[in-house]
């Protein structure tokens, strides 16, 4: 009876531990998402202006994983070798951006061949839903001043996607979000006369088909390596126009699921 009784006691304990081991785990995951909200990137492009040279104005939606860093390399096993200016702070619209002296410095290098910008994850859906006329105006003097100092820059608008955590951004779901973020998406990029970049339909694909592979991270708003990879593809797609050939970088995602991305890319673009 007594050996009976150290066992539970012992099992007791193994599973009080096991829990506590999960739940300082995942306090850890969260804790570091939370830094990363208040990261920044900036850099100026390294190659001469005969170089293909990349413009990044964005937020964590775009440094989460180095998803900067993954476009570049995808593009290099493409044989293509991109020269990056960027700058990516957290939580930041276009509005913010446009008084920021780093996104200033940033588009000021000129002679970009490309631009990819992306505004807060749920701007273009408060646009559709609330008729926001800031968030175009602020759009349109982004595209100015990246014009004015790359006049034949392609500038390219990020349609984001949706997610379900801080309760779909007030939106209430993450349809009724995507919903609203694809209606307002093209009709800004149709309004300031951009290409869009849709990034969210792609995540609805491998939502649909294949849930066992989980684009975001533990707040269910940002992008796993996963969600990264997925996006840098679809952006190579769009920025190229030439199909993937050879061997593609998988940027430490395994390969069966990033040759899965890669198609999606694909189909989504097409």
Partial sequence: MRDYQNQSAKSGYFVIFAGMKRFLTLLLVLFLCAGALHAQKFALPQGGYDQLRVLLVGNSFTYFHDCDSMLVQIARSQGKEIHLGEYLKGGQTFGQH???????????????????????????????????????????????????????????????????????????????????????AARIARKARLQLSPIGEG??????????????????????AEGSYLKCCINYLIMTGEPFHGEVATCGIDAETAAYLRDVAVRTVK
């Fill in 98 to 184: 446009l008084n920021l002296p780093a996104t200033s410095s940033a588009i000021a290098a000129g002679s970009y061949h490309y631009a990819f910008i992306q505004d807060l994850s749920y701007n273009a859906a408060l646009y559709s839903r609330d008729g926001r006329k800031d968030i175009l105006e602020n759009t349109l003097e982004l595209k100015r001043r990246i014009l004015q100092a790359s006049p034949e820059c392609h500038i390219i608008l990020e349609r984001t996607w949706s997610y379900e955590g801080a309760d779909a951004a007030g939106f209430g779901s993450a349809a009724n979000l995507d919903r609203h973020l694809a209606k307002g």
């Fill in 203 to 224: 995540f609805n694909i491998v939502r649909s088909e294949r849930p066992d592979i989980n684009l975001f991270e533990p707040d269910n708003k940002h992008q796993s």
